[in-house]
């Protein structure tokens, strides 16, 4: 115990000041899923295909074969996600509604049976425990009849997805009161239409990351307005869409000069257009890009114009700003005959910019390096763009290539990014309401299948009832969340690293 203080107390010396470790009265604490890679159950009762459906049982899927055909089998298997997350003492379960389960065909004329029954189960049995649902409504799974029609590149999607949503709240919006549109255009865009990440659908085109972009943010303006107009008088409810942002630093101090185009590119994009007071394209990117595409003799930007309506539509669309917070990356100049990017970065041809660990960094699990002060500078950095607006962390975890359940690794990055996020609150007045711990349990983790783990609580895949049983990192997350502290005086034995 003497060791743990000591290095609890070493901890807060080094960063300065010595803070009260317990959370401000109201801070809520969650954990969270998404249906692809949870669910399984593909295609039980009239399911409809999905872009991973059909991107993992292709031969360009994962290398593996993995696919999330059961994954953890929660379609069935959902009491047991409510056991643990009720053994959590979870303030909050965020998990997201399968598009083709509600809207087989992915157009709102004809709405599921089955759909519907699944989730009102799982809303009212979260409710039962005191459990709030937070729900997402789209994590990646497209419906494939529309990706046939261009995805998220077609700008009739914008009305696809209002239209699925205003399905959702009319279904669920009496006991919903938490909703995120969408989850992390930055990767379901760029991420996957330059390959940087090997995500569904599969289709590598550079002008697909900027339409793809551009959509996201008017698909989530047109759903924010649709909810605005018909259910928030009646239902009360706050919307937001989850941003995935990796916090950079500059390599060296002449690297200074590329941080602001850096940032303004990865969290910007997809910021500026809801939260700025002008609206649109953050101006450096939209002079970046018009620049670049006139030099590459295109006669328009790459990066679609909103129109004025556009802007209006989008600009203001949020009742919190929504983070996924998991790394950080030192930025630099890419030297002539260097690769472009770094992972897992993306959009880097256009920036010519590299992304790296800066060497005093614990390299983690793959791209997941650990630098627990960026998840304090980026809220701070958060609050200086946008202004005092409630930050809610709807991610924030640590993968492990092994099966353990003495996780220790896991329970060490927790603590230390649940510090930061004190400090954020305490010494920089930052306006965090909540944090969600990503994940509730092992699933299917995209590119990785079933390598890389996430959960507070393990998953065995070689069952068929795909037993769970709680880590030390998920002990330990429920003392947190228990004593609403991370001074856990002697209980820092069970969780020594
Ligand atoms: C998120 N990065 O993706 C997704 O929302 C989850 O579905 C996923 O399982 C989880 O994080 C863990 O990967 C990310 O490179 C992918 O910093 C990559 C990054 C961050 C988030």
Avoid at 13 to 20: P, R, T
Avoid at 177 to 193: R, S, V
Avoid at 258 to 271: E, H, M, P, T, V
Avoid at 315 to 320: N, R, S
Wanted: glycine share 8%.
């Amino acid at each position: 115990m003497l060791l743990a203080l000591v290095v609890v107390s070493i901890a807060l010396w080094s960063s300065g000041c010595a803070v009260d470790l317990s959370f401000p009265p109201g801070f809520l604490f969650g954990s969270a899923t998404s249906a692809y890679q949870v669910e399984g159950a593909w295609n039980v009762s009239d399911k409809g295909e999905s872009i991973w459906d059909r991107f993992t049982h292709s031969q360009s899927g994962n290398e593996d074969g993995s696919t999330g055909d059961v994954a953890t089998d929660s379609y069935h298997q959902w009491e047991r996600d409510m056991e643990v997350a009720a053994n959590l003492s979870l303030d909050y379960y965020r998990f997201s509604l399968s598009w083709t389960r509600i809207l087989p065909n992915g157009f709102a004329n004809y709405i599921s049976e089955d759909g519907k029954r699944y989730y009102n189960q799982l809303i009212d049995g979260l409710l039962a425990k005191g459990i709030q649902p937070v729900v997402t409504i789209y994590h990646w799974d497209l419906p494939q009849r529309l990706q046939d029609l261009g995805g998220w590149t077609n700008p009739y999607i914008t009305d696809w997805f209002a239209d699925y949503a205003d399905v959702v709240f009319s279904l669920f919006g009496d006991r919903v009161k938490t909703w995120i549109t969408i989850n992390e255009p930055m990767l379901f865009c760029d991420g996957a239409y330059t390959n940087t990440f090997h995500l569904a659908p599969g289709v590598v085109d550079r002008e697909g990351v900027y339409l793809c972009g551009k959509n996201a943010m008017v698909a989530h303006g047109k759903a924010y307005r649709v909810y605005q107009k018909k259910y928030k008088a009646q239902y009360n409810g706050k919307l937001s869409l989850s941003n995935q942002l990796v916090w950079y630093e500059a390599s060296t101090e002449e690297d200074e000069v590329w941080l602001d185009i850096a940032q303004q590119y990865s969290y910007g994009r997809f910021s500026h257009p809801i939260y700025s007071k002008e609206g649109g394209w953050p101006p450096v990117i939209e002079d970046h890009m018009r620049n670049k595409s006139s030099s590459e003799g295109f006669h328009q930007s790459r990066l679609p114009e909103f129109t004025d309506e556009e802007k209006e539509l989008v600009k203001g669309t949020f009742d919190f700003y929504a983070i996924n917070h998991y790394t950080s990356r030192a930025v630099r100049k890419r030297r002539p005959g260097e690769p472009h990017g770094g992972f897992p970065l993306t959009g880097a041809p256009d920036l010519d910019l590299l992304f790296e660990r800066r060497p005093d960094w614990t390299e983690g699990n793959e791209w997941l390096y650990i630098y627990p002060e960026g998840l304090r500078r980026m809220l701070g950095w958060l609050r200086d763009q946008y202004g005092d607006i409630p930050i809610l962390i709807t991610e924030n975890g640590f993968s492990t290539a092994e099966d353990s359940l003495e996780d220790h690794d896991r329970v060490q990055y927790y603590r230390r990014y649940l510090e930061q996020v004190l400090l954020a609150i305490k010494e920089d007045g930052v306006n965090v309401i909540g944090y969600t711990a990503w994940s509730l349990i092992d699933n299917f983790e995209w590119m990785d299948g079933y390598k890389t783990k996430f959960g507070l609580c393990h998953v065995n895949f070689s069952d068929p009832l795909r037993t769970r049983t709680l880590r030390r990192s998920g002990r330990f997350y429920a003392d947190v969340i228990k004593r609403r502290t991370l001074d856990l005086d002697s209980d820092y034995r069970n969780y020594e690293f």
